[in-house]
């Protein structure tokens, strides 16, 4: 007679996602009033930007829209989680310049050396910080819509090369790729 596995209990589930909650770094970014216009007037909404990352080069975006606005912010965060994308990251920092843009909005990340912290504000911060960024100076030009600069700071994150790779594809050594303040010191 063939033995049944056990199964797991909703309780376990719960448990599980209440621990992937919790490790999870969550920021809302943006809550914006939004309007419909109906036959008897006005229908207000609330929008919001939310970005989860996990600190460790995981991070997502998600739009939440409802009526109220914890519904809203709950909504964005699930989306936002089910969004999570791998970051590459060098250190503390991130390996290289990168320019990108989304809409109207263009984002210019750099990386600086241990120590600068992240030189930032709004939608870049919460993206950075919540990838694990710890070092860097960016400059948002164009749009200041802050939808647009949080996707155009994803897709710069998106575009970071890994070091190794780079490295073995121009076939150098890693400290020739890196920049000046992570090679190792000879003498």
């Known amino acids: 007679m063939k033995q049944r596995q056990p199964r797991p209990n909703d309780r376990d589930k719960v448990a599980k996602v209440e621990e992937d909650r919790e490790e999870l770094d969550e920021r809302v970014v943006d809550i914006s009033r939004v309007a419909k216009v109906i036959k008897g007037g006005r229908r207000f909404a609330f929008r919001t930007v939310v970005v989860v990352g996990d600190n ?7 739009v939440g829209k409802s009526r109220a606005v914890p519904d809203a912010i709950r909504k964005g965060a699930e989306r ?7 970051v590459n990251l060098s250190g503390t920092t991130i390996p290289h310049e990168v320019a990108s843009e989304h809409g109207g909005a263009e984002v210019y990340l750099k990386p600086a050396s241990p120590g600068t912290g992240v030189i930032a504000a709004g939608g870049v911060r919460a993206v950075l910080e919540a990838a694990g960024v710890k ?9 200041p819509n802050v939808l647009n600069v949080v996707n155009a700071t994803l897709k710069g994150l998106q575009r970071m090369k890994n070091v190794e790779q780079e490295a073995r594809y121009r076939g150098k ?5 890196q920049p000046f ?3 190792k010191k000879h003498g």
């Open 80 to 86: 936002a989680r089910r969004n999570m994308k791998s």
């Open 173 to 177: 050594d890693l400290a020739d790729v």
């Open 56 to 62: 460790r080069g995981r991070v997502g975006m998600g």
């Open 135 to 143: 070092d860097i100076l960016t400059k948002s030009l164009g749009s």
């Open 181 to 183: 303040w992570s090679r």
